[in-house]
């Protein structure tokens, strides 16, 4: 059994019998956070939309958590909070480990790019993700993607912040992932190109993926500027509808 549930932006559950891992936890109550952005877009405090009504029954499951990089919009106090609280143990980037040690966090596993890590019998392998386009990319810092195999489950390509590589492609065709996250929501600050994937890259995306795609990161926070709507027309246009799921915040489904 595997059951993937959604939460808001790019928090989700990824729950089997034997363990529940929490990504990336975003656990502010709305409007408690600083707006993004105050030029490009209409300024708003973040996020902009509740946690749903679910979320703290799928929070109580909560075995492990995987952070893929420390952007307050994939940690925030409010997670950092529940994850030091309920002493949950963290899996993560090598480079973020000594960061997330000092805030009080408890390590369970590092992770390095392109050298796979044992989990629960199974593995999870460190992906190189680029989070904008150009300079702002080095300004965004360190983030990872991540490969994951556990027993007799579907393989999971987490690419989290990230435009489209040539290390997505790879791991597209080559790793052949049964299920592919990617963060949809075209996001960009009031300075530089953007820091997510454009449309037409998502559609790269979604393209090189085997089989199923689950798009997130979307209507959570004020600078990411696609929406599921959007999302849905672009890909009904292209006949793509049918390799991904775009879930609203609180739906879950079984793969």
């Known amino acids: 059994m595997l059951k993937i549930h959604h939460i808001r932006n790019a928090t989700m559950l990824i ?5 529940a891992i929490l990504v990336d936890p975003l656990l502010a109550a709305k409007g408690t956070m600083p707006s993004y952005t105050e030029k490009l877009f209409n300024p708003q405090r973040n996020p902009i939309v509740d946690l749903p009504t679910n979320t703290f029954d799928l929070l109580s499951k909560t075995t492990h958590c995987l952070i893929t990089h420390l952007h307050s919009d994939h940690l925030d106090q409010a997670g950092e909070d529940f994850l030091i609280s309920n002493k ?6 090598i480079k973020d480990a000594d960061n997330l040690k000092n805030r009080g966090l408890q390590m369970f596993k590092t992770i390095d790019y392109w050298k796979k890590t044992s989990i629960f019998e199974g593995s999870i392998e460190g992906i190189p993700a680029v989070h904008g386009y150009g300079k702002v990319a080095e300004l965004m810092g360190n983030v990872m993607g991540y490969m994951i195999q556990l027993p007799a489950q579907p393989s999971i390509y987490l690419s ?52 199923h795609v689950i798009a997130n990161h979307l209507e959570a926070v004020n600078h990411c500027t696609t929406s599921r709507n959007r999302l849905k027309a672009i890909l009904l246009q292209h006949k793509l509808t049918h390799k991904v799921w775009i879930p609203d915040d609180g739906d879950s489904k079984l793969f």
């Open 88 to 93: 949950i143990p963290i899996l993560c980037s």
């Open 15 to 19: 729950e089997t019998e034997d363990a």
């Open 160 to 211: 989290s912040d990230t435009v489209f590589t040539p290390d997505v492609k790879y791991v597209l065709e080559h790793y052949q992932p049964n299920i592919s996250v990617m963060a949809c929501g075209s996001a960009q600050l009031d300075e530089y190109d953007p820091i997510l994937m454009t449309l037409e890259d998502i559609l790269q995306f979604v393209n090189y993926a085997p089989e």
